[in-house]
């Protein structure tokens, strides 16, 4: 069974400060998506990598995919209050129609 | 445009008894799969579907089945509740394009205690 560990678990910080979560395994993926959580809803996809040293950003985040594509980074840049959530990463074996998640990191953005 | 619309949102079981989650989804979307979710667990995959009639386990299939009659639709049943299912249960629908999942539409959720 493919393992995907994020890191960390919980954080908590200061509006305005940056922050990154990691996204680690030892299995190799087609593609690899994060997801945001809100309580009492079902994950939003944020963004999907797809090709090894792949960056994309959206708006204050920054997504990066490994060269190996094993691994991703989630950085956020001033963060804001309206960031916390829960975040996921999920990663794909291509052809296997099995998106497995992250364990998730939440994070709390305090004003 | 409803989405993925998962019933009932909240459920109280006693062991050994039987239900079924509801799924719809209103996209036409061919991909349909079951997650259920636990602290520290991030989300792990119960059952998923590729198209109507076709269905495979995922992570953690035991003690639930699916089926897939219509592009629509996609209950899960528990047949015998135990209180290791205690869980939060999250319906995902997506198109597939290429031999892969694109997008996937999450439910709102169905919180499941048993007791």
């Known amino acids: 069974t493919q393992l995907l560990e994020q890191s960390p678990q919980f954080l908590s910080i200061q509006e305005g400060e940056n922050l990154t979560v990691y996204c680690n395994s030892s299995s190799v993926f087609s593609s690899l998506q994060w997801y945001r959580q809100e309580p009492g809803e079902g994950p939003v996809l944020l963004v999907t990598v797809v090709t090894g040293g792949e960056v994309k950003k959206l708006k204050r985040l920054t997504f990066q995919f490994g060269d190996a594509r094993k691994d991703s980074s989630l950085h956020i840049t001033a963060a804001q209050p309206g960031d916390t959530g829960l975040y996921l990463c999920?990663?794909?074996?291509?052809?296997?129609?099995?998106?497995?998640f992250g364990t998730g990191t939440r994070l709390k953005v305090l004003a | 445009n409803a989405g993925v619309t998962q019933t009932p949102k909240f459920q109280v079981l006693k062991t050994g008894q039987s239900m079924t989650l509801q799924c719809a989804q209103d996209?036409?979307?061919?991909?349909m799969s079951w997650y259920r979710q636990d602290p520290g667990m991030g989300l792990r995959l119960i059952h998923y579907?590729?198209?109507?009639?076709?269905?495979d386990q995922g992570e953690v299939p035991n003690g639930y089945n699916v089926s897939r009659s219509t592009t629509e639709d996609f209950p899960l049943r528990l047949l015998s509740a135990a209180p290791s299912q205690t869980s939060v249960y999250f319906c995902a629908s997506s198109y597939s394009q290429g031999g892969g999942i694109e997008k996937l539409f999450f439910g709102s959720g169905t919180q499941l205690s048993v007791l």
């Open positions: 579907s590729v198209g109507a009639g076709i269905t």
């Open positions: 996209m036409n979307h061919e991909y």
């Open positions: 999920a990663g794909e074996t291509s052809g296997t129609y099995k998106y497995i």
